[in-house]
């Protein structure tokens, strides 16, 4: 049947009825929250290039975790500002370091909130890559071993999610052993699958304080022009046990996501980065955009794209205007 007996205007001539047949749904449970946390009391930086992200100190976290509850997001991801900084990344695994005292500090004063943990050496290493550096370039088994030890004290500190950002082959093998032998049969690995070594990540790396001061990763990270490529990295990772994985960015690669999710139908994080982030921030300072119709639309194209979580800074905007 064809016009004018058809019309596609007939679904769209009310709010109500273009709500009754839409095909995307964005709710707050669908998001995570990013967060930063460091060492000292009392402290509350806002980061330039992300406006409204904090580097923070326990007590501001725990009083924003308590916010981001009220907002309806179910979980944060944390990343973590050491004191010290060394080849090895060795306070990565501290009993006592940032990340493993924030996440006691979560579980105790906001349990329900879920506490997902980036799981990576380049905030602790002095050289700023994902591992341990041999003869210039990150050696994949010799960190392996350091990433192993990483995710076990998450998992001991509390930690709900374990995810893997570093991008070493055979990591999620690594991270699933050890917890297993420790007992940790029950926390979930949602690996940073196909994580392309993207510009979207500068402002991350100015929060993160974990700009590699030499060199870039992309003798790690996927090369953007690949998709073939992110749909076996996906498979590998699921093979050696990833319960969730994701791709990230997320608006540059909606493509990726669209694939990863047709082919595999497992359950898909999208990460939209910092720079993702730092753009729309930008603009809608300049009046150039309007923030929230743009924001609302971004995620929304994710969730079409086939994500089904989101983790964005934008997190407590979207949930506050969902509300
Ligand atoms: C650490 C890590 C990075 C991001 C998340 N985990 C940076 C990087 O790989 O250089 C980027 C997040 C963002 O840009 O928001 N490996
Ligand atoms: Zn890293």
């Not at 082959?169 to 699958?193: C, H, K, Q, W």
Request: hydrophobic residues 40%; glycine residues 6%.
């Amino acid at each position: 049947m064809y016009f004018p007996s058809y019309r596609m205007r007939r679904l769209r001539q009310s709010e109500q009825i273009r709500n009754l047949v839409r095909e995307t749904d964005l709710l707050p449970d669908r998001l995570i929250y990013p967060m930063f946390v460091t060492h000292g009391e009392n402290k509350r930086i806002e980061m330039e290039s992300m406006p409204g992200c904090y580097q923070q100190s326990i007590n501001h976290l725990v009083e924003e975790a308590r916010e981001v509850r009220e907002l309806g997001i179910p979980g944060v991801l944390l990343f973590g500002i050491p004191a010290e900084k060394d080849d090895a990344g060795t306070s990565a695994y501290d009993e006592e370091g940032i990340i493993q005292m924030a996440i006691a500090a979560l579980k105790e004063e906001v349990p329900e909130l879920i506490v997902i943990t980036d799981v990576c050496l380049c905030e602790y290493t002095s050289h700023g890559h994902c591992g341990i550096v041999k003869d210039g370039d990150v050696d994949n088994d010799m960190t392996l071993e350091m990433l192993a030890k990483t995710a076990l004290s998450h998992a001991e500190a509390g930690a709900d999610i374990i995810a893997p950002s570093d991008m070493m082959d055979g990591r999620v093998a690594a991270i699933r052993t050890s917890l297993d032998n420790e007992g940790f049969i029950n926390t979930p690995i949602m690996s940073y699958a196909a994580k392309f070594a993207s510009a979207y990540y500068g402002p991350f790396r100015e929060a993160a304080e974990s700009t590699p001061e030499f060199g870039d990763r992309r003798s790690y990270q996927m090369d953007c022009r690949n998709s073939d490529e992110a749909v076996r990295e996906v498979l590998l990772d699921i093979e050696e046990g990833a319960d969730m994985v994701m791709v990230k960015p997320a608006l540059p690669y909606l493509d990726i996501i669209y694939r990863v999710k047709q082919e595999t139908k497992f359950p898909l994080a999208a990460y939209s980065v910092s720079g993702e982030y730092a753009m729309i921030k930008a603009a809608a300072a300049k009046g150039w955009l309007d923030e929230k119709s743009v924001v609302l639309e971004t995620m929304t194209a994710i969730r079409r794209a086939g994500a089904d979580t989101i983790i964005t800074y934008h997190a407590k905007d979207v949930a506050s205007w969902l509300k």
